[in-house]
């Protein structure tokens, strides 16, 4: 009786297989650090005020040793903690896909597969960094994490994780993502947070941001300067980041050691492409450092495509250069490429991809020619959003349809060209809070930003 | 190697195994019709206006054949089709988990299992009848499918799997959840549908009804009437429902077979309880049948128990008798529990538990004893959804959170007893777009109806 439950087996046996969901007993038991195995080693992060590389000591106002120890460690594999793991278990592995209806919808020669982060409790990837960035502050005895949140993924994911772990969590989300997807922030709030919008008049930083700049619809920049403080001045809170550092790359390396494991079972020896969307860089880290472990070693050659949106191109069109992480010069000092912690993107739909700068790791990556990358405007992006709903049955989130528009492309590319390439898709989360953005899409009044 | 990916073995051996989702090849191949296995058969549909029992042709101006004869048989297993098979690989087998750090928040003695249906693309259990509902109207040449809606989760399912058979959708939804759930509209429009709210100035019955309601917030029975008028004027159409019928209920027993399945993967012989909301009855009977045919095989005794909302109390409240599906009594006559078809429930969140009936089966079911009700205020049934969100961190739907009060209910009063009997709940989907009701729970304002 066993056997027929085993993926493995039925992956090649069951010619219409759609999908491959590991066993809990097959989660990766360790995080993977690409530090160890990256061909130079990435800059590392400044003290804004000596210019020196940062210090742990200099961290331990913000962070919790646990992630100060993780953001320099040069480790391969980080243990991932019992009671973490215990927590992944409710929506880990997350389900791999062959999308066939795709492929048919498309009528391409190529073989298209995706991973699939939105059935995590806020439909996301954001849990998987948000549940050990609450377990270290929980055991460094802190008891309030303060943070800033975009188109509302990171600041539920954080809202569920601080619940877990019984810490109170005070959000700063943008205020354009507040007032054009209300119900993210119920959900923050269902999960027991307090949302604010951004800039506040609960903080400096933010009171000076509404007088200088009075009609600001807000930034994740403008945001993070206001959670920063709000961290700064108490003793038992710490600031917490969904993305762009060194230890939220490390935590979403759970997404591409499953995905690596899960095309292998379909039968695949590789991908020939991977798409992942990117912000501020952690999911397109999460999903694509396992598979530049493979290239490194020489086991693949999968070309690896960063999809960001036209309106926060900071790959395809910033600098390469030491910067600050938010508007009001509280963070260190990121080697990263950006756009300046001033630039204020057009308010594109994908929220989570509006940032001003790109993690130093993807940053190193993309400057070592380790990674490629692609800039997208919203309305190709939605166009592939819907089309990979209707064939598909998930509707992505906005930041995800970048990802998708970046495959599709390629996916036409392939059949023009007769190849059959294996094209991997990040689909970072659901679109199902993101439905105002598709109703003007449909209505055919969406910016082309 | 294969060994370590069986959930049959891992289930038994990881004392930590949160949930067991099956391969697809462990999908239900057939549905299990009741029908079969009842001590006593239930009573046939009338014809309206003869008050005889319908014959097939009776029912061939609104339905297609296959569904005809779904309606009225009484094989046990029908055999699920190649092609709507494929289509359910897009998201079953749906996980089932042990509800453990729910159980933890409860400090309770009882065992506390969840089948989830929230995963599926219009995040409800209704894709598992619309797939097949629309497959067997393409077969049958039809080229159109008019249906209603409350909260939407039936309309969003029909709309996928009419675009799945390249049919055209017209929906008709419930004039206060289309205003108050607007998330839910643009989902239907996303997956291709065309959507009204109702009691809409396209049918004859939906002006009527706004000359004789002006004020109405609409009601299922209502946009029943509409759509049924309009599949009756259109020959290429099909009319389509939700819940209620024989089919549908037939339809959904795959939620109950994997769930039977899973328990016995988590190395239990058998439920003690089973808790599932009912509305229509689609999802109860769903769940449930399948349990009850082990009672009715004398192989357990699992209680079942219909999770009603006060505000719609068919079962508790209703009095069993042949009456109309709908208010303009189109439709044929169906002896089920009732609060007579111009009963329009307050304002309810739970928009899918809104109906003035209960599904002939289930309603036969009940009247036999072979299965219990109990009907919950709102206020009562959020507070339960909003600390199985917390602790599982999955946000259910209005309509699950129900289910989740019954068993919170039953698992406090098992920990009094110093008892420890196994609680399956049936979580019928996700509450996403249900974040304004919580929103509403949580500032305190929720009506307790």
Known sequence: ?????????LAVSDPKQTKVVLDEAEMPTHWYNIVADLPTPPPPHLHPGTQQPLVPSDLAGLFPPGLIEQEASTERWIEIPAEVHDIYRLWRPSPFYRARRLE????TTARIYYKYEGASPVGSHKTNSAVPQAYFNKIAGRTRLTTETGAGQWGSALAFASQVFGLSCDIWQVRSSYEGKPYRHVLMETFGASVVASPSELTEAGRALRVQFPD???SLGMAISEAVEAAAKDPSASYSLGSVLNHVALHQTVIGQEALKQL???GETSADYLFACAGGGSNLAGISFPFLRENLAGRAA????ACEPKAAPSLTEGEYRYDFGDTAHLTPLLKM?????????DPVH???LRYHGMAPLVSHCYHEGLIDAIALRQREAFEAGVLFSRAEGIVPASESNHAIAGAVRQARRATEEGESPVIVI????????DLPAYAEYLAGTMADS
């Not at 009786?1 to 087996?9: I, N, S």
């Not at 999968?302 to 495509?305: G, L, N, Y």
């Open 350 to 352: 994908a929220g989570g």
């Open 337 to 345: 490429y950006t756009l300046g912690p001033d630039f204020v993107p």
């Open 104 to 107: 048919q919808a498309l009528g």
């Open 216 to 218: 600001t619809t807000g």
């Open 302 to 305: 999968t070309k690896i495509v």
């Open 264 to 266: 292998e079972l379909f």
């Open 1 to 9: 009786m066993g056997a027929r439950f085993c993926p493995r087996v």
């Open 426 to 433: 990040g689909v970072s989360g659901s679109g199902q809070l």
